[in-house]
Structure formats: structure tokens, C-alpha cells
């Protein structure tokens, strides 16, 4: 049992985390698509929707999955070299123009995938993973469950047209969530154009990135577009300011781009993410009875949470630590607590734990004999 005692609020520390803001208010937007949704990147909170759980076609923005595959699967086997074949190429759509012969790293594929939107490196990608689209597929869905995209169902790897492929607005915002964490996803998803290099034949093919939303909207970071005639117009897309990362998805909207700066001014206006955590913090406290006079004590790690603007005012913190601790202390050892507050309502709560594990100290040789021998008036 831990041998320290808290003194109520005891080096208790109120200080306002986040400045200021004034509320604003902010009409939900007008979208055009038939389903939407806009969420926080960070706590998968939903901000907007509308009809976010019809199933529909999802057309291209389908190679969100593709790529993040075919990421995963280069980072875990050191960016291997595709050789592409005529299978590989053979189907219809928009195009990267590989031809059978080439030679590229995964990588490079899937900057071609996302940016240039091609079919023919999303089915390459398929038939190098798994042996064929059909058991790709396989792939796909699996991941989809582990995600909990449980409204979906994949079957072609680039999104084109199958009565059994369709997926939920709030389900490919679930994918961008999780996609954007992959460093390598982020950063071809989030380039306006990318340099590719082929190693057969040796060259470099300059793609730029079929997302308009990039340049027509700051602050914008991908993720992916996409069209069919079934589909219509398809949209993820994910956009970061001062702190707060929202994901919008719209599909079968015909005014998609204005859709997405919509929803993302309303994100903006109405929301933000406070991070509730104590990396920043550390103390030493006085010890009593150990090898040292003192330990050190550090916060520990918490999460981000995305708030309504008037929720998110003023919050403050309050440290609570006794005022010094008993040897021994081991390394990670709880000895205190951050509170985060709102209006007087905890929100979170945050560990403060042993930075250093310190050992009591000893008595002198002979301390509890000649102890028991005094006992004994001798």
C-alpha cells in the first residue's frame, strides 16, 4: 500500500490551459451530398452528419484501404520492388500508366495510387499482397473489421462499380482516422504533387494530387477523391488548424469541394481539441527514508478530446501530490493525479508517477544489536 498521504488539494495548481475564446455561433451547414459526416481525427467525435449510415458506393476513395495496406505491408517487409505484369495492369479507369516491365517500390506505388488516383497500381497492389483481387478482398474486409467499419463491404481494390461494394459515410470516416496515423499515408495523402521514381525503366514521373481541396482550402491534409457514375462525386478529406484535426466524408455530392469547406468552417467555428495530458510536468518531492533525499515525479501520458468552444474555455488543472513520500519508491509508481476541470466538473484525470525507483536506507552494521542489547539494559 502506498505510504504517503494526500492533503486534500495539497500543491494544488489551477492554471487556464486554453485561451479565451468567445463562443460563436455557427449554423449547420447546407450540404449537397447524399450522406455526410464531419469528426474530430483525434476522438472519432461526430460533429455533423447527415444520413451517415446509408450505404452507398464509395468509388476511388475505396484506395484509402488499398493504400493503407499496401503501406503496412511495405513498412513490414523494408519497401519491397513490385515487378509489374500484365494482369497487374489489366483493367479499366483512371490510370498511373504502369506497364507490364516496370519496377517500382511499394511505396512508389501507392503515391500513384492516392495522388493520381490510379486502378492499375491499386489492382497491382492487390495481386502482389494476396495472389488476386479475391483474396485481397479478404484482406480488405478484415481490416475493415478491426477499424469497425461494420457497415462496409470491399470487393474491388480500386472502388470500381459492384453491387456488393459499398460503405457508410460514417465508416470511411473511420478509415481516414485511422489511415492518417500511418506517418507515410499522411504524408503522400497530404502532397500536392509527388516525384515517383521508377527503377524499370530508370525514371521520374511527377504526379500531382487529384484533391483540389489542397490548395482551395487551408489547413487542408488529403486524404482522397473519388467518382463513378453509380457513385457520383465521393470525397474524404481532413483539414488541421491551431491544434484540432477534423475528417469530412461526403458521398454522391455533386458540389463536394463547397460541401467539404463548409463543413469544415462549421468544424472549426463550433469545436476543439484540448490535450489532456502531463508530459510537461515534473517535481521533485522530499523523501523520507531513502537513499536520497529526494524523488522525482513526472505526469503521464492522456488523450486528446475534441470539445464544443464553450466547454473548452477556461479549463484548468489541478496537480495533486502530497507534500513528500516514504522509501521506497518504485519506477512508475503512482503517486498523484492531474485533474483537468470544467466548470467545476472533472473531465479527465491524468497520472503523476516515480520517475526513478529509490531504495530505503539501511541501518549501520550492528544497528539492531546493539538496539536489542540496550532493550536489555546491558
Given at each position: 500500500?502506498?505510504?504517503?498521504?494526500?492533503?486534500?488539494?495539497?500543491l494544488?495548481?489551477?492554471?487556464?490551459?486554453?485561451?479565451?475564446?468567445?463562443?460563436?455561433?455557427?449554423?449547420?451547414?447546407?450540404?449537397?451530398?447524399?450522406?455526410?459526416?464531419?469528426?474530430?481525427?483525434?476522438?472519432?467525435?461526430?460533429?455533423?452528419e447527415?444520413?451517415?449510415?446509408?450505404?452507398?458506393?464509395?468509388?476511388?476513395?475505396?484506395?484509402?484501404?488499398?493504400?493503407?495496406?499496401?503501406?503496412?505491408?511495405?513498412?513490414?517487409?523494408?519497401?519491397?520492388?513490385?515487378?509489374?505484369?500484365?494482369?497487374?495492369?489489366?483493367?479499366?479507369?483512371?490510370?498511373?500508366?504502369?506497364?507490364?516491365?516496370?519496377?517500382?517500390?511499394?511505396?512508389?506505388?501507392?503515391?500513384?495510387?492516392?495522388?493520381?488516383?490510379?486502378?492499375?497500381?491499386?489492382?497491382?497492389?492487390?495481386?502482389?499482397?494476396?495472389?488476386?483481387?479475391?483474396?485481397?478482398?479478404?484482406?480488405?474486409?478484415?481490416?475493415?473489421?478491426?477499424?469497425?467499419?461494420?457497415?462496409?463491404?470491399?470487393?474491388?481494390?480500386?472502388?470500381?462499380?459492384?453491387?456488393?461494394?459499398?460503405?457508410t459515410?460514417?465508416?470511411?470516416?473511420?478509415?481516414?482516422?485511422?489511415?492518417?496515423?500511418?506517418p507515410?499515408?499522411?504524408?503522400?495523402?497530404?502532397?500536392?504533387?509527388?516525384?515517383v521514381?521508377?527503377?524499370?525503366?530508370?525514371?521520374?514521373?511527377?504526379?500531382?494530387?487529384?484533391?483540389?481541396?489542397?490548395?482551395?482550402?487551408?489547413?487542408?491534409?488529403?486524404?482522397?477523391?473519388?467518382?463513378?457514375?453509380?457513385?457520383?462525386?465521393?470525397?474524404?478529406?481532413?483539414?488541421?488548424?491551431?491544434?484540432?484535426?477534423?475528417?469530412?466524408?461526403?458521398?454522391?455530392?455533386?458540389?463536394?469541394?463547397?460541401?467539404?469547406?463548409?463543413?469544415?468552417?462549421?468544424?472549426?467555428?463550433t469545436?476543439?481539441?484540448?490535450?489532456?495530458?502531463?508530459?510537461?510536468?515534473?517535481?521533485?518531492?522530499?523523501?523520507?527514508?531513502?537513499?536520497?533525499?529526494?524523488?522525482?515525479?513526472?505526469?503521464?501520458?492522456?488523450?486528446?478530446?475534441?470539445?464544443?468552444?464553450?466547454?473548452?474555455?477556461?479549463?484548468?488543472?489541478?496537480?495533486?501530490?502530497?507534500?513528500?513520500?516514504?522509501?521506497?519508491?518504485?519506477?512508475?509508481?503512482?503517486?498523484?493525479?492531474?485533474?483537468?476541470?470544467?466548470?467545476?466538473?472533472?473531465?479527465?484525470?491524468?497520472?503523476?508517477?516515480?520517475?526513478?525507483?529509490?531504495?530505503?536506507?539501511?541501518?549501520?552494521?550492528?544497528?539492531?544489536?546493539?538496539f536489542?542489547?540496550?532493550l536489555?539494559?546491558?
Amino acid at each position: 500500500m502506498k505510504k504517503f498521504l494526500f492533503q486534500g488539494l495539497a500543491l494544488a495548481l489551477a492554471f487556464v490551459l486554453l485561451p479565451m475564446v468567445p463562443a460563436r455561433a455557427a449554423e449547420k451547414p447546407s450540404v449537397s451530398a447524399a450522406s455526410a459526416i464531419l469528426i474530430s481525427a483525434d476522438d472519432g467525435s461526430v460533429i455533423f452528419e447527415k444520413d451517415a449510415h446509408r450505404q452507398l458506393a464509395m468509388a476511388s476513395t475505396t484506395k484509402i484501404m488499398t493504400a493503407l495496406l499496401t503501406l503496412e505491408e511495405a513498412a513490414r517487409l523494408d519497401d519491397p520492388v513490385l515487378d509489374v505484369t500484365e494482369e497487374m495492369v489489366r483493367v479499366e479507369g483512371s490510370s498511373m500508366g504502369l506497364q507490364a516491365g516496370n519496377r517500382l517500390t511499394l511505396t512508389n506505388l501507392t503515391a500513384g495510387m492516392l495522388l493520381a488516383s490510379g486502378n492499375d497500381a491499386a489492382n497491382a497492389a492487390a495481386i502482389f499482397l494476396s495472389g488476386s483481387q479475391e483474396e485481397f478482398r479478404s484482406l480488405m474486409n478484415a481490416r475493415a473489421q478491426e477499424i469497425g467499419m461494420t457497415e462496409t463491404s470491399f470487393v474491388t481494390p480500386s472502388g470500381l462499380d459492384d453491387d456488393n461494394h459499398y460503405s457508410t459515410a460514417y465508416d470511411m470516416a473511420l478509415l481516414a482516422k485511422t489511415a492518417l496515423k500511418n506517418p507515410e499515408f499522411a504524408r503522400i495523402a497530404g502532397s500536392a504533387s509527388l516525384q515517383v521514381e521508377f527503377l524499370e525503366p530508370p525514371q521520374k514521373v511527377t504526379y500531382s494530387n487529384h484533391n483540389k481541396l489542397l490548395r482551395l482550402y487551408e489547413g487542408c491534409i488529403g486524404v482522397k477523391t473519388g467518382f463513378t457514375k453509380k457513385a457520383g462525386r465521393c470525397l474524404v478529406s481532413a483539414a488541421c488548424r491551431e491544434g484540432t484535426t477534423l475528417i469530412a466524408v461526403t458521398l454522391n455530392a455533386p458540389d463536394d469541394w463547397d460541401d467539404h469547406m463548409a463543413l469544415f468552417d462549421y468544424g472549426f467555428a463550433t469545436v476543439k481539441t484540448v490535450n489532456f495530458g502531463g508530459q510537461d510536468f515534473s517535481q521533485q518531492l522530499p523523501l523520507v527514508g531513502g537513499l536520497q533525499a529526494q524523488a522525482e515525479v513526472e505526469g503521464g501520458e492522456g488523450v486528446a478530446i475534441t470539445l464544443p468552444l464553450e466547454e473548452a474555455e477556461g479549463i484548468t488543472a489541478e496537480i495533486l501530490l502530497p507534500k513528500f513520500l516514504y522509501a521506497p519508491v518504485s519506477l512508475g509508481e503512482r503517486v498523484g493525479s492531474i485533474r483537468y476541470l470544467a466548470n467545476g466538473q472533472e473531465l479527465y484525470r491524468v497520472a503523476i508517477t516515480a520517475r526513478e525507483s529509490v531504495a530505503s536506507l539501511e541501518p549501520e552494521p550492528g544497528f539492531w544489536e546493539n538496539f536489542w542489547q540496550r532493550l536489555r539494559g546491558k
